[in-house]
């Protein structure tokens, strides 16, 4: 039961020998570690080299920089051997029973597509910040409302991909949300209600956070291309455009970040909270303060 973690990486290389021991340090052993290079400019290539020569299950495959998230997972994807694909982002790490764990739910499921966990979130300072939690609702219309599941806990079947497609190369940000969508259209999913990730945060991804605002473009093209299922389901498009909203008042654009609003509204009329997000747009300072006062806790 060979399974293929893929870990993509880009100038991490500080942070890299964290998320490779993690992987070593599995009580799960039958696997394959695929590093794909994202056109590191830093001693990356190095560094997994003198793992490579502990440990020939260590693949490192390198590509120019493709600005995003999709193409390196994908390429990791179409050089893997796995029966199982997992993933795991550079800067975090798995505890070692992660894989274990999950594995067990497939065992006793012919129609699962894929296996997440919940996930700690580390600040800084090493303290535990709060607890990123897998969805109990195991439904496709909860996972519309907004992305649910963390990346770097989820094991998917290969022939998933095989069947369905890999990830949404047009996406920078949402890659994973669109692609777990898919996935749940057609088969079952499930969690193991277990914390077996640490998922930390520094100034490099919170900078990257705050910038990338680009996000806004990839909320409006999951709302196109699951237009259908929106038009079945509205009420739960009232996330994604709240979203939209919130993106754009970070983007110090509040008069499109009300427009959106508006339309988050008109879909979820007895949301308070979008009342009084909208009347916060008029103070996008305080609102911005509050945003990063509930997204990081510190």
């Known amino acids: ?3 293929s973690v893929i870990i993509p990486t880009y100038n991490r290389a500080h942070l890299l020998s964290r998320a490779i021991d993690s992987v070593l340090s599995q009580t799960f052993q039958d696997f394959e570690l695929i590093i794909v290079d994202d056109g590191s400019t830093d001693n990356t290539k190095e560094i997994v080299e003198e793992y490579q020569k502990k ?14 998230p999709a193409k390196p997972k994908n390429t990791g994807i179409k050089n893997s051997q796995g029966e199982f694909i997992a993933f795991l982002d550079s800067d975090d790490e798995w505890l070692p029973e992660k894989l274990e ?3 067990k739910l497939f065992e006793n499921s012919n ?14 300072n090493n303290n535990i910040k709060g607890e990123y939690q897998s969805p109990r609702n195991k439904s496709f219309i909860n996972l519309l409302d ?23 190369e047009n996406l920078k940000f949402g890659e994973d949300w ?17 914390s077996l990730i640490k998922c930390y945060l520094h100034q490099n991804n919170i900078t990257k956070t705050i910038e990338n605002f680009k996000q806004i473009e990839d909320f409006k ?7 259908d299922d929106f038009k079945k389901y509205p009420k739960v498009k009232s996330r994604p455009l709240r979203n939209i909203g919130t993106f754009y008042i970070l ?10 609003f508006e339309k988050a509204i008109k879909v979820s009329p007895l949301s308070l909270r979008l009342y009084f997000q909208y009347f916060l747009s008029f103070f996008p300072n305080i609102y911005k303060k509050l945003f990063f006062i509930k997204r990081y806790k510190f």
Request: with cysteine.
């Open 251 to 260: 983007d110090n654009n509040s008069k499109m970040a009300r427009k959106y």
């Open 55 to 68: 440990d020939e299950r260590i693949k490192y495959l390198w590509e120019e920089n493709s600005g995003g």
């Open 146 to 168: 907004g992305n649910k599941i963390s990346n770097c806990g989820v094991i998917v079947k290969k022939n998933i991909f095989e069947e369905l497609g890999i990830f949404d």
């Open 178 to 194: 669109e692609m777990w969508l898919r996935i749940a259209k057609k088969y079952n999913f499930d969690s193991v209600y277990e």
């Open 221 to 227: 093209y999951i709302l196109e291309k699951y237009k």
């Open 1 to 3: 039961m060979l399974i």
């Open 101 to 103: 764990k999950q594995l």
């Open 111 to 124: 129609n699962l597509g894929f296996v997440s966990c919940n996930a700690l979130i580390i600040d800084e």
